[in-house]
């Protein structure tokens, strides 16, 4: 009964995501208007900046979930940490790809090493990576589940780093959007942005219930295999 | 004989590329959990096999 429930819930995550999805990319190609500044490139800033932000979500998710593991010991918790971390790293992945392709249209170089925000965000990244090279080098149980778990809260720290980093910066060139003085942004813009952030959210809450359900299944056919044979 | 100078890419190139990913992305989870619900497709049905077998 439960497990009919939560195949409900993820249908209705799913459908809600691929409904805000579309709205999103109908506002961001249709209304919202071409900034004066950036020009038509700047569209990919509804995109690119709420999967980094989703991406820190998943981090700091995944983070929760490990300090469940060693206050608890719960299995199920290591399990959903790893998932969102995974799609953390697959999220910083797509933040990496879409910042590159924006940097390229808009100050003419893919990458630069003279910009903390970048740096940092592929410190945070390679860290993450490294993550499954600790986690997939051990045995399973209880020893790898607080090792994960420790990881993860360690990694978590290097968000708030990375966030201000251009706040803290004195040379930049990476916009700062948000400040202390609120969104630097019309409505209309700021709008596209929200409905942006929410329809990723949802992705990453679909990727993440299907992920752990087909996780949860496999590991529920291994042990049935062990007790068949 | 020499050919003209690639045009270098329009804004509307690196946007569609950006998002491009972003589907690309999309569409080669999708693949991966399809291929998978497969394989878990099929291994329920050898162990119902099994159980069928044992009695």
Request: with cysteine; proline share 4%; net charge positive.
């Amino acid at each position: 009964m439960r497990d009919v429930r939560g195949l409900d819930r993820t249908t209705a995550v799913s459908t809600a995501a691929v409904l805000l999805l579309g709205a999103a990319l109908g506002l961001i190609f249709f209304y919202v208007p071409t900034d004066a500044d950036q020009g038509f490139s700047q569209r990919i800033f509804y995109f690119h900046v709420p999967i980094a932000l989703t991406s820190y979500v998943c981090f700091g998710w995944g983070a929760w979930k490990a300090l469940r593991v060693l206050r608890t010991g719960d299995e199920r918790a290591d399990l959903e940490s790893y998932v969102s971390i995974h799609l953390g790293v697959v999220f910083g992945a797509l933040t990496l790809l879409t910042g590159s392709i924006w940097a390229r249209a808009s100050w003419g170089v893919w990458w630069t090493w003279s910009e903390d925000q970048l740096v940092l965000f592929l410190v945070l990244f390679l860290f993450y990576c490294a993550y499954f090279m600790l986690r997939f080098s051990v045995a399973p149980g209880r020893s790898r589940s607080n090792m994960s778990a420790v990881y993860a809260l360690f990694g978590v720290v290097l968000i708030p780093v990375s966030f201000l980093a251009i706040r803290l910066s004195k040379e930049f060139i990476h916009p700062v959007v948000f400040t202390s003085h609120g969104p630097q942004m019309a409505a209309s813009q700021f709008a596209t942005f929200c409905v942006a952030w929410a329809a990723l959210l949802l992705l990453y809450a679909t990727l993440y219930r299907v992920e752990l359900a087909g996780k949860r299944v496999d590991a529920s056919l291994r042990e049935l295999r062990e007790l068949l044979t | 004989m020499t050919t003209p100078p690639k045009a270098p890419p329009s804004e509307w190139q690196y946007v569609a590329a950006a998002y491009g990913v972003v589907f690309v992305f999309v569409l080669a989870w999708v693949a991966i959990i399809g291929a998978k619900l497969q394989r878990l497709q099929r291994q329920l049905g050898e162990l119902v096999h099994q159980a069928r077998d044992r009695g």
